[in-house]
């Protein structure tokens, strides 16, 4: 007999699952790890199968509405997976498998809000308005750029849900229920191509689609749909009906590499043979184990991961490499393609959810054995792994900054070592975890202490802000060494990037008169002055503002901008150089993903002569023609109260330091700055790793702070400074006395003490070994759940990369 019910883990913070009846027509189709749809509450959600069963509960049982997978989405090991993380990240199981799946299928519950006709002649007039302040003001100018929902307004606007309401009573705004699946052959039709698949038979069709039918038949292989909407009327309309009937199949471009060279594949030089034949000695034995691969920049790190990979097809095993960010690095997706070609999928960031959701479908029935992916594809469905590759283990990116709260890399080595498979995580500048774990025998250790072909790292100089004010008795931005060098580049027709990792063009508005800075209404922090769009911007909640005519506190005239920003770099460049050609990459000029290979492509073949940017501009790039690094100020983030601030300066700088002089023509770098005695930039300037972890694993150990124990920051949230206060000081009393091993520190007034309205107030766990932090969080939960907090008040974050 078949089961009756299901137990379904559903994307709520309430950590346990329920209980629905199976209608009879899916009884026999249900699988644990299939996606289903159920009522719950007055919302549709999407939840996961975790058992079937045929225990009646007591009290009223829903129905499922519909099974949305016919094979598991998360298989039995993905599941196991779920269950660890869940458990080690203290997150609800429910949206721990939600993070795991691909959002296709998806239903969207809720409403989708549009402007009505009175309400678009508002918003016109509003154009010419003053008031522009006003959350009624920005919400309607949103929706007269599209119709939007509201998670989507309240993540510009933090009071949209009220201001919508509002705007609905007056008429300007209506909503409609989308409860609609979407619809998985809506993908962007640039990308889609289309194929013959089967004939009609007897089926009637429409004109347009018989039309297309015959062609596809006619004409074999692969179309590109907006080619074949040139020949055929209404083209793309009858492809997707035709791909609904299987008469024709419709697939996805895979993602071209713009203008990338491709290299290779090269001769292994002996210190990257020595490190290939290890990790495919590992691979080939099939046993779990994790290598640190810590190769200077430019040392030939990709060529060492595409081998181990090819040496992982050959015993018929699958792989998967994790990358920060891919539309940053599309070289590596070209080489990826060129050594691979179908058989790699690659989960791009740009994607929408049905193009992921394709992807998906590739790796999971074996098509694509290689898989290209940022954080999330941890959880990509491959067959039979052998291998997950860790690039720039070190970067914060693989750190989710929402529940659940995981580690790609760490997850990554569980899933390894639950596979029998090899991880290998690569970088020039290792976390200070994985190299401690490295020093202890935990993982196996490989170095590479040399850059490809003997050519020499990047010469640095650190140039002394002080003394540069002293003798020119200038503030200026750029250090004279630096306005030399970069005209050197432009007259040899060689490039420069120059890094400053701030946002903006003025990093505070004050006033002159009483010294009010200008802050966010909803977060403890300055706004950012922004001249491309005359506004100042929140950078944590995107709440914007025109700039005062006067002083909100004290009514003077004296508003003046302070503190640098990229946009400000790239304007001062124009004055000093303008004939040069200069291109910017921040998330200012990235509005979409694939705004940034373009402009990279661009850089690339020699479009510009320099290149400005944030972090994004220090990371993995390969540019052969790039012989000088500037950073503008290396203080930018050294004086954070983050325990890593120090750690992640040094990495920046260093990585920044690496895209140099990685051609024929040796590169320097110019770092300026006003601490030049602090150890993460010395270390950095001589590009010397050992020294900068002795020094840093000393001030760890000292503390007490990772990876020494085990470390968890406690966050409350209340929507009152002395809620958030009482709250965490009753919880930490609740933890006391500490049990041996464990010390709490706090609570205390987050750094940011008001985020998105909401008040912050944070508590540090310490402790000697996990088992004592699992038991000291495990009192935290029992605690806030005896006070029935709203379970969104409280957030752990286990083993935090950030404490700001
Ligand atoms: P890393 O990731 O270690 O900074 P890359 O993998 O980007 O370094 O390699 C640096 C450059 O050296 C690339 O242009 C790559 O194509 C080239 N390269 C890698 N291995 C070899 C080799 N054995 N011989 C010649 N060039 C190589
Ligand atoms: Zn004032
Ligand atoms: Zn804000």
Redesign the pocket.
């Known amino acids: 007999m078949h089961p009756v019910y299901c137990d379904v883990s559903l994307p709520v913070p309430i950590d346990q699952p329920f209980t629905y009846l199976l209608p009879e027509t899916l009884r026999h189709r249900v699988q644990v790890g299939c996606r289903v749809l159920v009522p719950f509450g007055k919302r549709k959600l999407t939840g996961i199968v975790l058992r079937t069963h045929d225990e009646a509960p007591t009290g009223a049982v829903r129905e499922v509405l519909r099974l949305l997978d016919e094979e598991p989405a998360l298989d039995e090991d993905l599941l196991k997976l779920g269950r660890w993380i869940a458990a080690y990240y203290c997150a609800p199981l429910g949206q721990t498998l939600r993070a795991m799946t691909p959002l296709s299928g998806e239903v969207r519950h809720g409403k989708i809000y549009s402007l009505t006709t009175a309400g678009r002649d508002v918003a016109r007039q509003l154009y010419f308005g003053e008031n522009d302040e006003d959350p009624a003001t920005q919400v309607l100018r949103l929706l007269d750029t599209r119709p939007s929902s509201a998670p989507y307004l309240t993540r510009k606007i933090t009071s949209a849900v009220a201001v919508l309401r509002s705007l609905e009573k007056k008429g300007f705004v209506e909503a409609e229920d989308v409860a609609a699946e979407r619809d998985p052959l809506r993908a962007g039709a640039a990308r889609l191509r289309v194929e013959f698949a089967k004939r009609a038979g007897d089926l009637k069709l429409p004109k347009s689609e018989r039309e297309l039918l015959s062609y596809l038949e006619l004409h074999p292989g692969t179309h590109r749909l907006t080619e074949v909407d040139k020949i055929i009327a209404k083209a793309s309309v009858a492809a997707r009906s035709l791909a609904r009937r299987e008469l024709a199949k419709l697939s996805l471009e895979p993602v071209t590499a713009g203008s990338t060279p491709v290299?290779?594949p090269?001769?292994?030089?002996p210190h990257?043979q020595e490190a290939f034949e290890r990790v495919r000695a590992a691979v080939e034995a099939k046993q779990f184990q994790t290598f640190l691969l810590q190769?200077?920049?430019?040392?030939?790190?990709?060529?060492i991961y595409l081998r181990a990979i090819e040496a992982t097809l050959a015993i018929g095993r699958s792989a998967l490499m994790l990358v920060p960010e891919i539309a940053l690095t599309p070289a590596v997706a070209g080489q990826f393609h060129q050594r691979f070609g179908e058989r790699v999928a690659i989960l791009h960031s740009a994607f929408n959810d049905s193009e992921r959701a394709q992807e998906w479908r590739r790796i999971r029935s074996g098509e694509a054995g290689v898989v290209v992916a940022t954080r999330s594809g941890v959880f990509a469905p491959v067959r039979n792994i052998g291998l997950i590759v860790v690039?720039e283990e070190h970067d914060q990116s693989y750190k989710q900054q929402e529940t659940p709260r995981y580690h790609g890399r760490d997850v990554a080595i569980v899933r390894a070592r639950d596979a029998g498979a090899v991880v290998v995580l690569?970088s020039?500048t290792p976390s200070l975890e994985s190299r401690f774990n490295a020093e202890r025998g935990k993982y196996a250790y490989i170095h590479?202490p040399e850059?490809?072909?003997g050519r020499p790292m990047p010469e640095v100089k650190l140039i002394d802000m002080r003394t540069e004010f002293q003798e020119t008795r200038k503030q200026a931005l750029f250090s004279r060494a630096l306005v030399d060098a970069v005209k050197e580049r432009i007259d040899n027709g060689e490039q420069s990037m120059l890094l400053l990792n701030r946002r903006g063009f003025s990093s505070f508005v004050a006033c002159r008169a009483c010294g009010a800075r200008m802050e966010c209404q909803f977060c403890s922090v300055t706004l950012t002055y922004h001249r491309r769009d005359r506004r100042m911007l929140c950078h944590y909640c995107n709440y914007s503002a025109r700039v005062p005519d006067r002083c909100p506190k004290c009514d003077s005239d004296y508003i003046q901008f302070l503190g640098t920003g990229s946009e400000r770099v790239e304007d001062e460049l124009h004055g000093a150089f303008p004939r040069a050609r200069i291109a910017r990459l921040d998330r200012d000029t990235v509005g979409r993903k694939r705004d940034m290979e373009s402009i990279l492509a661009g850089f690339r073949d020699g479009d510009y002569d320099i290149l400005v940017g944030t972090q994004m501009i220090a990371k993995?790039h390969?540019i052969?023609n790039v012989t000088l690094v500037g950073i503008v100020s290396a203080d930018v983030g050294l004086g954070l109260p983050d325990f890593r601030a120090a750690e992640r300066t040094f990495q920046l700088l260093t990585q920044a330091a690496?895209r140099a002089g990685?051609g024929n023509t040796p590169g320097i770098v110019l770092i300026q700055t006003i601490n030049p005695d602090h150890y993460a930039i010395r270390c950095a300037a001589a590009q010397d790793y050992d020294s900068f972890y002795a020094k840093e694993i000393d001030f760890r150990r000292l503390m007490s702070y990772p990876p020494y124990g085990a470390l968890a920051n406690v966050l409350v949230r209340a929507s009152s400074e002395e809620e958030a206060r009482e709250r965490s000081t009753a919880m930490a009393r609740s933890l006391e006395p500490a049990p041996e091993g464990v010390r709490v520190m706090g609570p205390a007034a987050a750094a940011m003490v008001k985020l998105k309205n909401e008040y912050r107030y944070q508590m540090l766990l310490k402790a000697a070994t996990r088992k004592r932090l699992n038991e000291m969080l495990g009192r935290v939960r029992e605690f806030a759940a005896g006070e029935k907090w709203n379970p969104v008040s409280l957030v752990v974050d286990v083993d935090p990369v950030t404490l700001l």
Do not use: F, Y
């Not at 090269?266 to 030089?269: A, E, K, T």
């Open positions: 290299r290779g090269h001769l292994l030089n990257q190769g200077v920049t430019g040392s030939g790190k990709t060529e690039d690569g020039a590479l850059r490809i072909e993995g390969d052969h690496g990685r």
